[in-house]
């Protein structure tokens, strides 16, 4: 996988990745708007076909992490690590000390996989994500670099 930055053209393929992969799903206004706001946008490619994305902000020493997903048909091979590896290079290049994240308490496969970067847990929003038909909390998790 080759890793690039996001443009406006990939949105509405991230917005389709998206829908399929999180009952909260990030729309296009929300990808739009980390791209103006000058956020740290990636996006992951192999044989010219976007898998994967990931998008952080960077405030002074710290950065969170805000969306990370990939393509349901390449989860579990290795492109997520690739993903993030190369957001905690670009954070420790831009003087970041220490990344910051929010996870929903059911999401088991995003949790296991953060704690394959030894994130620890560090707070919690309770309700934080509401649907009509339910809330979830959604566990802070921070690391340093
Ligand atoms: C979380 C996510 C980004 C991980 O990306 P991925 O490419 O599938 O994960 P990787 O193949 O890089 O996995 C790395 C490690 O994470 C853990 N992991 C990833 N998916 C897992 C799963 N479904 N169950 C258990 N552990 C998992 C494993 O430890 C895995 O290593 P292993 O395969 O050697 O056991 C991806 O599953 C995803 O897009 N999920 C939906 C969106 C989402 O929840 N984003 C996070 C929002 S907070």
């Given amino acids: 996988m080759n890793i690039r930055p ?3 053209s990939d949105l509405s393929t991230l917005v389709t990745i998206e829908q399929s992969i999180t009952p909260f799903p990030w729309t296009l206004g929300n990808f739009a708007d ?10 992951g490619y192999q044989y010219g076909e976007i898998v994967g994305y990931a998008v ?7 950065a969170e992490l805000l969306n990370i997903g990939i393509d349901p048909e390449c989860q579990r091979c290795g492109r997520g690590i690739e993903l993030m590896v190369h957001l905690l ?5 831009n003087g970041v000390g220490r990344m ?5 308490r059911s999401n088991i496969s995003a949790r296991a996989f953060y704690d ?4 620890n847990e560090v707070g919690l929003r309770r309700d934080y ?3 009509h038909k339910n809330c979830e909390d959604a566990i802070v998790m921070a690391r340093n670099l």
């Fill in 116 to 119: 394959q970067f030894y994130f």
């Fill in 34 to 43: 980390s791209l103006v706001a000058g956020h740290s946008a990636w996006v």
């Fill in 100 to 104: 910051f994240l929010e996870v929903r």
């Fill in 56 to 62: 952080m902000s960077i405030v002074a020493e710290e």
């Fill in 129 to 131: 994500y509401v649907t």
């Fill in 89 to 93: 290079q670009i954070a420790k290049e």
């Fill in 6 to 8: 996001m443009q406006e």
